[in-house]
């Protein structure tokens, strides 16, 4: 079984110390690919090092997160297409909208949302998309874009039905996390799996964040990582009435269409 872990955070500080554990649990665990969340110029930055040192395994995107959306301005702009026009980064993102926690102005994050789809359609590559109590902002600005980008990919879906259908309708893919792991919060997702085509379908960890809540044993620390997609495999596959193995073959082969990654 081999699947990809297309939402890492694997330049986050808790994996500073034992990363080479991590990538070989995450080996054992049967996920060899990981594309790794740029959220920052720096965090891109950090990440193409990983790529560097992994280029066969790790890949990156490139892009900033809503959360730091006000640093969005022409320099940003300019790093950010020169960090997308390397190799080993293969999408634009995150990038979106974020208004649970504003902690960047609407404004600000639906200025810097709009500038690197903007670079997206101008390198052709897909986007790796963040939306967090923003749908209706979030689809009315991809909608105008959508014409012009190769492809994108809502991340952490975590949305209502009506959310999923226009996702869907708009042909934009969807990312699943630990989030439906979770019987407070994510039980809705489940009858909504079904739904989604098996070559617009992904599944990410988000790593260290999400720790999937019906894992069993429970690590000690609460960090989640990427060995643990296994366990957002079983729940989706579950939901699906499919067999792990069968989500794993359609979830790899989607992200390896999507990222466009080189064969291996
Ligand atoms: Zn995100």
Same mark, same amino acid.
């Given at each position: 079984m081999e699947l990809i872990d297309?939402? $890492?955070? #694997?330049?986050?500080?808790?994996?500073?110390?034992?990363l080479a554990d991590v990538l070989l649990r995450a080996s054992r665990a049967g996920v060899h690919r990981m594309i790794i969340t740029g959220t920052s110029v720096q965090a891109t930055r950090d990440a193409l090092a990983l790529h560097a040192l992994h280029p066969d395994r790790l890949f990156a995107t490139a892009g900033l997160h809503p959360h730091h959306a006000s640093e969005f301005d022409a320099d940003t702009a300019a790093a950010l297409r020169e960090l997308a026009?390397?190799?080993?980064? $293969?999408? #634009?993102?995150?990038c979106g909208l974020d208004y649970?926690?504003?902690?960047?102005p609407r404004e600000a994050q639906l200025r810097a949302f709009a500038g690197q789809l903007e670079i997206a359609a101008e390198l052709q590559l897909p986007v790796f998309l963040h939306q967090r109590d923003a749908h209706a902002d979030f689809i009315a600005v991809l909608r105008d874009f959508l014409p012009r980008l190769k492809d994108a990919v809502a991340h952490c879906f975590t949305g209502q039905e009506n959310e999923l259908e226009d996702c869907l309708s708009l042909g934009v893919a969807v990312g699943i996390t630990g989030w439906i792991c979770d019987e407070r919060r994510g039980r809705h997702l489940l009858p909504l799996m079904a739904r989604i085509p098996a070559n617009r379908l992904m599944i990410e960890t988000d790593a260290p964040y999400l720790?999937?809540?019906?894992?069993?044993?429970?690590?000690?620390?609460?960090r989640n990582e990427p060995a643990f997609l296994a366990e957002v495999a079983a729940t989706v596959a579950a939901a699906r009435n499919e067999s792990i193995a069968q989500l794993a073959a359609s979830t790899t082969a989607a992200a390896q269409q999507f990222f466009r990654l080189p064969q291996v």
């Open positions: 297309i939402g $890492v955070n #694997l330049t986050h500080e808790s994996f500073h110390h034992d026009c390397q190799r080993g980064i $293969v999408a #634009l993102g995150e649970f926690r504003n902690f960047s720790l999937p809540r019906s894992l069993r044993p429970h690590p000690p620390s609460r």
